[in-house]
């Protein structure tokens, strides 16, 4: 190539990126004129900034479970699962028929006293259980029948196939389940909106046992996730899967079923999702999974699709700017779904390899 056709060539990306420059900060400069607007009128004090923080932690780190759904099967077939957010709804799904079902079960006749509330740590124990183990089987045969027939196709056909997926099990519990909403029943350990009181400016702020207990689980499985992938041999497996199936293949890796227990691990951690999310906010129904599956897509490719601890980063950090972007712009709340989906397109035009990058092989280049 000539010198005068590579200057033709650098140039418009040039442009193009100081234009990119140019919006960013004029954004920031916005963004950084409301909160002032905010602060400075005082609308809210230090316990309703920390309430919404909480709230963001929350939430933020339910995104993160699921994102890491569709990190990890991006990252070994290259492809977005859209109906990971209908796995989790049947996770949760399995997990409120489970506590009703032990809430149902007396086992002290004379006192009324159910299984639920005599043993509340068993409980949840099995809730979890029961819905990860649902959503696993779920993400198996959904793997086996929507996806690997179509393994050898260009990468179009599969999205279309898992948006399909995704219509056909929203309404196949609509019509197993009812359309009708249902009210998880905790324990009484777990009581929403009960939790420890924390004091700040006169004050008081209360950190639920239900918000606790989402987040701690949160990070539990994510940093479980981690260390099966970085440091076991079946998470060897699956970077070398991710990296070349045929080599993988060469050295002796089943890769049907190292993609197999992906899709199973995947499910897993969408069906623990689903329970958290029941558990912290009460409401189920056959849709309850469209929205935070969506709004997980954007937190992976926030922190960058591909990469867990990005997935890990992208759900707190949506979730936190979700809860505090209404207040600090001081716009309605019921508009924080827009400001969610204003960062997928935003980090599209930025940054599409996300926070912390996507990791191409040469293969996918």
Known sequence: MSESNAEKTVKPLDTFRIVQAIIAVLFVIFLSWRLYSVISAGIYGPDTWLRFTISGLIIGSVYSVIAI?????????????????????????????????????????????????????????????????????????????????????????????????????????????????????????????????????????????TGALTFVLSILLLVGLYVLVQRTRFGRAMR??????????????????????????SGALGGAAGVMWGIQNGIIYHYIGFIPGLKAFTAAVLGGIGNIPGAMLGGIFLGIVESLGPAALGIDF?????????????VLIFRPSGILSEVLTEEKV
Request: hydrophobic fraction near 55%; aromatic fraction near 12%.
């Open 334 to 346: 019921q508009l924080k779904d827009v400001i969610a989906f204003s960062i997928l397109v935003l």
């Open 69 to 209: 759904g569709y990190t990890l099967v991006y990252g070994i077939l290259f492809m977005i699962n859209f109906a990971h957010g209908e796995i989790m709804m049947l996770g949760a799904f399995a997990g409120y028929f489970v506590l009703e079902g032990l809430n149902g079960l007396v086992v002290d006749q004379a006192a009324g006293v159910s299984f639920l509330d005599q043993y509340q740590i068993l409980s949840v124990i099995l809730a979890f259980v029961v819905g990860m183990v649902m959503a696993a089987i779920v993400g198996y045969y959904l793997e086996k029948i929507a996806y690997r027939p179509l393994r050898g196709a260009p990468r179009l056909i599969p999205l279309i196939s898992a948006i399909g997926a995704s219509i056909f099990l929203q309404n196949a519990a609509q019509l197993i389940f009812g359309p009708k909403r249902r009210t998880y029943q905790n324990p009484s350990a777990l009581t929403r909106s009960v939790g420890w009181r924390i004091p700040i400016s006169g004050e008081e702020v209360i950190l639920t046992y």
């Open 240 to 265: 070398a899967v991710a990296e070349d199936k045929q080599t993988a293949a060469l050295m002796g890796i089943n890769v049907d079923s190292v993609i197999s227990t992906t899709f199973v691990i």
